[in-house]
């Protein structure tokens, strides 16, 4: 368990501190004067002890290995939760199969100076970039929530300290930086940079030093923050055309990766500096029908159980249907098919809740409206 940094004091809290204990000694001299030996005795060795709490403190910011247990970090086992995330994430098992691999290799080299792997997830909208990347972080950290970074939200230069920090007597340095705080608090984090080609360049420059050495200073606190234990996702909805065509024509990973950099470099905008330093390039290409309809499936059960209500089966013309209106929302992938999902079973939930029932069949009538049984 990381403990997390101690709040600093606002330095006119401490002045009127300073007056409020001169006023009381001065007060306790006219009364008692006897006991200022020993008060002042007591005074001493508090300011000693923390002296030797602050240099601890200096040491321990410095040091990584003092912040993070990489011992600990050594006996994860993160390839148990392959099939779980297969199950829940159709289509992608090869992409799975690398990502977990890899992250299983930097668990047992653990140590300072290095991510845990940072992922590059290409491919359209609605192919389950984030999703993976948030499973990946219930698998890796069930008690820690992921750093989510929408990057759409950093176009601009100054968005620079939104991310590390503004700097002290900045507006909003005492909140520190969006991507550096929550790590501070809790090194054990999956981050997720979601859609990175739309952020600025300046704001994708800040990110060297966290993919190169595992770590960044924030400009807030001046503090250094070790990325360590952290494996870093990033997703990007560009040239998704030019990697589709490398893949099917490149079967070499080191040409692929090379000519997957290049495509990035003239279709999203990235600087190669940026994508040399990932460890991997991943696509995640639209689902094939057969997915699709796993993926109808799981949504189906997953949003009827938020009411408490367990399917039990579901006719296959509702999953036709499912398919073949992600098929007419193609551009937007499986996440239209959740609400397309939503808009079909309401009535049906409705009347399940209606009636007391925990566990359903659910079929299609002839005019194409949900019953259940």
């Not at 991310?163 to 507006?171: A, C, D, R």
């Not at 609400?339 to 009636?355: K, M, S």
Request: charged share 25%; glycine share 6%; proline share 5%.
């Amino acid at each position: 368990m990381i403990m997390s940094d101690g709040a600093s004091i606002h330095p006119l809290f401490l002045v009127m501190a300073l007056c409020g204990v001169a006023g009381g000694l001065y007060t306790l001299a006219q009364s008692s004067p006897e006991l200022l030996p020993f008060i002042c005795a007591a005074s001493l060795l508090l300011l000693g002890l923390r002296l030797m709490y602050l240099a601890r403190e200096e040491d321990r910011e410095k040091s990584p290995e003092t912040v993070l247990r990489f011992d600990a970090l050594r006996e994860l086992d993160l390839t148990r939760y392959s099939d779980w995330l297969k199950e829940n994430v159709r289509g992608h098992d090869d992409a799975i199969d690398l990502i977990v691999r890899k992250i299983q290799q930097s668990l047992r080299l653990a140590a300072p100076n290095r991510t845990l792997g940072s992922f590059l997830l290409v491919g359209p909208t609605g192919t389950g970039k984030t999703f993976l990347s948030e499973l990946m972080s219930k698998a890796l950290y069930p008690d820690s929530e992921p750093v989510i970074l929408r990057m759409n939200q950093y176009k601009d230069h100054n968005d620079v300290f939104t991310l590390i920090g503004p700097p002290p007597g900045q507006p909003g340095y005492e909140v520190g930086g969006a991507l550096t705080r929550p790590v501070l608090d809790n090194p054990y984090r999956v981050i997720l940079l979601d859609e990175l080609e739309k952020a600025h360049i300046d704001v994708q420059h800040c990110l060297y030093d966290v993919l190169d050495a595992a770590r960044c200073r924030e400009k807030s606190s001046g503090k250094t923050v070790h990325f360590g234990a952290c494996a870093i996702f990033a997703t990007c909805n560009a040239g998704v055309s030019s990697l589709r065509q490398i893949y099917e024509q490149t079967n070499d990973p080191s040409a692929r990766t090379g000519r997957a950099r290049e495509a990035l470099t003239r279709e999203a905008g990235f600087d190669r500096a940026l994508l040399a330093r990932f460890d991997e390039i991943v696509l995640l290409d639209e689902l094939k029908p057969l997915y699709v309809a796993e993926v109808a499936l799981l949504q189906l059960a997953k949003y009827w159980r938020q009411y408490g209500i367990e399917v039990a089966y579901a006719a296959p013309e509702l999953l036709l249907e499912a398919m073949r209106k992600n098929a007419e929302f193609k551009e937007y992938g499986v996440r239209q098919l959740a609400r397309f999902i939503q808009q079909l079973t309401d009535p049906g939930i409705e009347e399940a809740r209606r009636h007391g029932a925990s566990r359903v069949r659910l079929d299609i009538d002839a005019a194409g409206r949900i019953t259940i049984a």
